[in-house]
């Protein structure tokens, strides 16, 4: 049977009794009614606040592996580092309804943020004789497990205790717990102030029964339709929209056109659901923000780290300015990144990289600005410090482009090396205020990066051209004693054949011998059937450059691979052996020019007399060149 129906019986039959026993049979229906209703929304609105604590432990457990994901650098184990984190700290505690908090320990008990940072560090297993129910629980997630349960909280005037609801989420991948806790009865505060308007009610219904009964049997039951319909239909609806609510659907609202208790009860049970709205909306809000601000910072890191793979991997300076560029314009999401560098009076500085159409233009005519006179960039270049205009309309030294007519902020930072500026690292948005602190940062990191890059490419051309140089020098060098060696000697060669050997001297003039000294590449021919030997040919490779040929004939055969990879072995060993011999040579001829100078050096240095000296000098001179006249002669002055 409903409540409706129940009640007008009720109200019927107290007709024929005692005008006592029609108030106290009332009252009991109407608080059978209200206890009902009570019960219901009062369960409603913890289940909506245990969800709402429940949803905060998660959201921080998932902020905090986020946070830890993105910054591998981090140790999760490193708990000392990781209360000194600000970052950490502002994650971990976080608000839970009016004056709960979140706070995080391990599964050893310890805990390690708080809102009271006094008790950052402490053993929470000594509360556990004092507050059982909270060790309880924090016990069983030292295991690892979500928990989640109710608690008695004693105030701090040592009297008062209030019920607690706490749930306890681990943080994935580390030894870490999310604690979230508050008062439950700040979400079934509402229900109060129902019981005081129901009690309200009730006493004036019943009054207002008895005074009916007592006018006229008559309209009993026409009363008690009216009472009954005016008590149990807002409270049937306050009760369907709580169980909504607990369902999860927090739009309920219970619209009564009334000025009365029930009017102003429907108007706190729909700010109480507003309120509920209000903060899972904020808690969504400050997730959608804490998300897109970590996925930000995953972009620039990326950046970051795809300049870093960028600089190990790019050696040409131009095509590494330019994949520079592009990173940062597609990770900051910019309008213009672009690259400076001073030219050598440094006195202007001239774009090297430009990631946007107006900066490929600015390119191909070559533009530069003044250091020190022109623009944010040329303000950067002459004083080395970054500057940020995050309106360009308002700012006193932003120079308008016309190739980059939809800049609204700006952002330049110095390249230096050493202390030295070399450069200045130009970002433009369209959007005013569009460089945080975090921008900032992060686009320091990649000018340091820049920087770095920049020189290291430098240092990298200046090597490659000094090895270019002296490879070219010891080139020439190599040629020069090998055709030195074979004009002394007047030996182009030695072939044998018949069992001795002769020496040549000319060179063999065949097109296939010039054909591998040109090329460096061996030729094989196989014997032909018109009588044609069998040839081989190898260069000999000193340095790098042919010195001579190995040239091997057959009249019968065939050659192979091992023939080959042999002739190569031997052309190697013959090339090594001969620089050596020459080495050994001119070590030699060197050291007998050293001796004969030491010989004549020690002949005249012991001479005083001057006649004799040049006399001396002379007949040494003469002596080590045969054949030669020698004159000592003094220049006079007329």
């Known amino acids: 049977m409903k409540i409706r129906t129940r009640l007008i019986l009720s109200l019927i039959l107290m007709g024929f009794l005692p005008l006592l026993l029609i108030a106290s049979g009332l009252s009991w229906t109407i608080a059978n009614i209200r206890n009902l209703s009570i019960a219901r929304s009062q369960q409603a609105l913890e289940a909506a606040g245990r969800q709402a604590i429940r949803e905060k432990a998660e959201t921080v457990a998932r902020e905090i592996a986020m946070y830890l994901a993105y910054h591998p650098d981090i140790d999760p184990r490193n708990y000392r580092a990781l209360e000194t984190n600000p970052d950490l700290i502002a994650i971990a505690v976080q608000p839970v309804g009016r004056t709960g908090y979140t706070a995080v320990h391990d599964r050893r008990g ?23 129910q909270f060790w309880n629980l924090i016990a069983i997630s030292m295991r690892g497990a979500t928990v989640e349960g109710y608690y008695d909280w004693l105030e701090p005037d040592g009297v008062t205790i209030r019920q607690k609801y706490m749930v306890i989420v681990p943080v994935p991948g580390t030894d870490l717990m999310v604690a979230a806790t508050t008062y439950i009865d700040e979400f079934s505060a509402p229900t109060q102030t129902l019981i005081a308007n129901l009690n309200r009610v009730v006493n004036r219904a019943i009054w207002t029964t008895v005074v009916t009964v007592a006018i006229s049997l008559v309209f009993a039951g026409a009363s008690a339709w009216y009472f009954g319909s005016r008590l149990v239909n807002p409270l049937s609806r306050l009760t369907e929209a709580a169980a909504r609510i607990e369902r999860g659907d927090l739009n309920q609202q219970v619209l009564l056109d009334r000025k009365d208790e029930m009017g102003q009860l429907a108007s706190t049970f729909n700010l109480m659901a507003a309120r509920i709205r209000e903060m899972v909306a904020t808690l969504e809000e400050r997730i959608r923000q804490r998300t897109a601000d970590l996925e930000t910072r995953a972009s620039q890191f990326q950046a970051i780290a795809e300049v870093s793979r960028a600089i190990a991997s790019i050696q040409e300076p131009s095509e590494l300015l330019g994949h520079i560029t592009a990173q940062i314009a597609e990770h900051f999401g910019v309008y213009h990144a ?65 190739d980059l007519p939809q800049t609204r902020s700006e952002i330049a930072l110095p390249l230096k090396i050493g202390g030295r500026v070399i450069g200045v690292l130009d970002v433009q948005s369209s959007e005013p205020n569009a460089f945080s602190e975090s921008d900032a940062e992060a686009l320091a990191i990649l000018a340091d ?7 290291n490419a430098r240092l990298f051309e200046e090597t490659r051209r000094a090895l270019a140089q002296t490879e070219a020098l010891y080139q020439q060098f190599l040629r020069a004693e090998w055709g030195r060696l074979a004009r002394e000697q007047r030996l182009a060669g030695f072939r044998y054949a018949d069992g001795g050997a002769t020496v040549i001297d000319r060179p063999v ?39 001579g040929v190995v040239n091997v004939n057959a009249q019968e055969g065939k050659w192979t691979e091992d023939d080959l990879d042999i002739l190569n072995a031997v052309a190697e060993r013959i090339a090594l052996s001969a620089e050596n011999a020459r080495l050994f040579e001119e070590s030699s001829r060197r050291a007998a020019k050293e001796r004969t ?42």
Do not use: C, W
């Open 597 to 638: 100078i030491a010989e004549v050096s020690a002949r005249i240095g012991a001479l005083v007399d001057i006649d004799n000296l040049l006399q001396t000098a002379a007949q040494e001179m003469s002596r080590n060149l045969p054949g030669a006249e020698v004159v000592i002669q003094f220049h006079q002055k007329a």
């Open 338 to 402: 672009g690259i400076f560098l001073l030219d050598e009076n440094e006195e202007y500085a001239v774009l090297q990289a430009a990631s946007s159409e107006g900066g490929q233009r600015m390119l191909a005519r070559g533009h530069r600005l003044k250091v020190g006179e022109v623009g944010i960039v040329g303000y950067v270049a002459g004083t080395g410090r970054t500057r940020i205009a995050l309106d360009t309309g308002a700012d006193a030294v932003f120079f308008q482009n016309p």
């Open 449 to 455: 990066q820049v920087s770095i890059a920049i020189e």
């Open 509 to 547: 003039e065949d097109a296939d011998i010039r054909s591998v000294i040109k090329t460096g590449k061996p030729i094989v021919k196989q014997a032909g059937k018109k009588g044609e030997p069998a040839r081989l040919i190898v260069p000999i490779i000193l340095r790098g450059r042919v010195v």
């Open 110 to 132: 310890i805990n390690h943020f708080h809102v009271n940072p006094a008790l950052v560090g402490t053993d929470l297993s000594t509360l556990a004789d004092r507050l059982p």
